[in-house]
C-alpha cells in the first residue's frame, strides 16, 4: 500500500542542514510528487555542486502534480543535471507530448547523461548520452504491481549509478527486480534481494 494526505507532504521543506546532509549521500532521488520548493532546492544544489548525484522520476501526469508537485518550469530546469531521470508512458505524455520516441528524443537533445523510460509489461528504454537500449519486461506470474516501478528505479540506481554496469545489464537487473516484487501484494510484497535478483535471472 502506498498512502499519500494531509499536509506533511506539501509543507515539506529543505534547509541548510538537509542539503549538507544530501551532500553526503552517494545519491539523492526525488519524484515530481515533492513540493516544488523541495525539487528547485535539490535542483539548486545540484548545480552548484553541493550533491554529486541527482535522481528524479516524474512519476505521474502533469495534471497530477498542479498545486502540490513539481512544476513544469522547475523539471525543466532538472533536466540540464539531473543524473538519472526516470519516466513512465502516461507522465512522458504529459510532459514531453508523447511517448517514449518522442521522450528519448527530447531527453537526447537536452543532453540529459542517463535516462529510463519505461512502459510496464513492454518493458523499458534506456538512454545513455545518445545510444538507446530496449530492456524487455520478464514474464512472471503477476499478483499486484503496485511499487514495481519504484523498484525498477531503485535496480537502476544500485547497478547503473552505484555500481557502473552497462545499460542493458543495469535495466535486466532493474527490470528482474521488478518482476519480482509483482509476485506478491503490496508495494513491498516481495522486494527482492539482490541475491534473489541474481538468481532469478539466472533461471531466464
Given at each position: 500500500?502506498?498512502?499519500?494526505?494531509?499536509?506533511?507532504?506539501?509543507?515539506?521543506?529543505?534547509?541548510?542542514?538537509?542539503?549538507?546532509?544530501?551532500?553526503?549521500?552517494?545519491?539523492?532521488?526525488?519524484?515530481?510528487?515533492?513540493?516544488?520548493?523541495?525539487?528547485?532546492?535539490?535542483?539548486?544544489?545540484?548545480?552548484?555542486?553541493?550533491?554529486?548525484?541527482?535522481?528524479?522520476?516524474?512519476?505521474?501526469?502533469?495534471?497530477?502534480?498542479?498545486?502540490?508537485?513539481?512544476?513544469?518550469?522547475?523539471?525543466?530546469?532538472?533536466?540540464?543535471?539531473?543524473?538519472?531521470?526516470?519516466?513512465?508512458?502516461?507522465?512522458?505524455?504529459?510532459?514531453?507530448?508523447?511517448?517514449?520516441?518522442?521522450?528519448?528524443?527530447?531527453?537526447?537533445?537536452?543532453?540529459?547523461?542517463?535516462?529510463?523510460?519505461?512502459?510496464?509489461?513492454?518493458?523499458?528504454?534506456?538512454?545513455?548520452?545518445?545510444?538507446?537500449?530496449?530492456?524487455?519486461?520478464?514474464?512472471?506470474?503477476?499478483?499486484?504491481?503496485?511499487?514495481?516501478?519504484?523498484?525498477?528505479t531503485a535496480?537502476?540506481?544500485?547497478?547503473?549509478?552505484?555500481?557502473?554496469?552497462?545499460?542493458?545489464?543495469?535495466?535486466?537487473?532493474?527490470?528482474?527486480?521488478?518482476?519480482?516484487?509483482?509476485?506478491?501484494?503490496?508495494?513491498?510484497?516481495?522486494?527482492?534481494?539482490?541475491p534473489d535478483?541474481?538468481?532469478?535471472?539466472?533461471?531466464?
Amino acid at each position: 500500500m502506498i498512502v499519500a494526505g494531509g499536509q506533511s507532504v506539501p509543507n515539506l521543506r529543505l534547509d541548510a542542514r538537509d542539503i549538507e546532509y544530501a551532500g553526503d549521500a552517494s545519491v539523492v532521488f526525488t519524484s515530481a510528487y515533492a513540493p516544488d520548493e523541495v525539487v528547485s532546492k535539490l535542483v539548486t544544489a545540484r548545480e552548484r555542486r553541493e550533491i554529486s548525484t541527482l535522481v528524479f522520476d516524474l512519476a505521474g501526469p502533469l495534471s497530477e502534480l498542479e498545486g502540490r508537485g513539481t512544476t513544469p518550469e522547475t523539471i525543466d530546469r532538472l533536466l540540464s543535471v539531473v543524473d538519472l531521470f526516470v519516466v513512465g508512458e502516461v507522465a512522458a505524455h504529459s510532459y514531453f507530448g508523447g511517448g517514449a520516441d518522442e521522450a528519448v528524443a527530447t531527453l537526447t537533445q537536452r543532453n540529459v547523461s542517463r535516462a529510463a523510460v519505461t512502459q510496464g509489461s513492454n518493458g523499458a528504454r534506456l538512454l545513455e548520452g545518445d545510444i538507446v537500449t530496449d530492456v524487455p519486461a520478464f514474464e512472471v506470474d503477476v499478483n499486484d504491481t503496485t511499487g514495481a516501478g519504484d523498484t525498477f528505479t531503485a535496480g537502476l540506481i544500485h547497478t547503473w549509478l552505484l555500481n557502473d554496469y552497462s545499460a542493458r545489464n543495469a535495466g535486466r537487473f532493474a527490470a528482474a527486480a521488478a518482476a519480482l516484487n509483482c509476485a506478491e501484494p503490496g508495494a513491498r510484497g516481495n522486494l527482492p534481494s539482490e541475491p534473489d535478483v541474481r538468481e532469478f535471472i539466472e533461471t531466464q
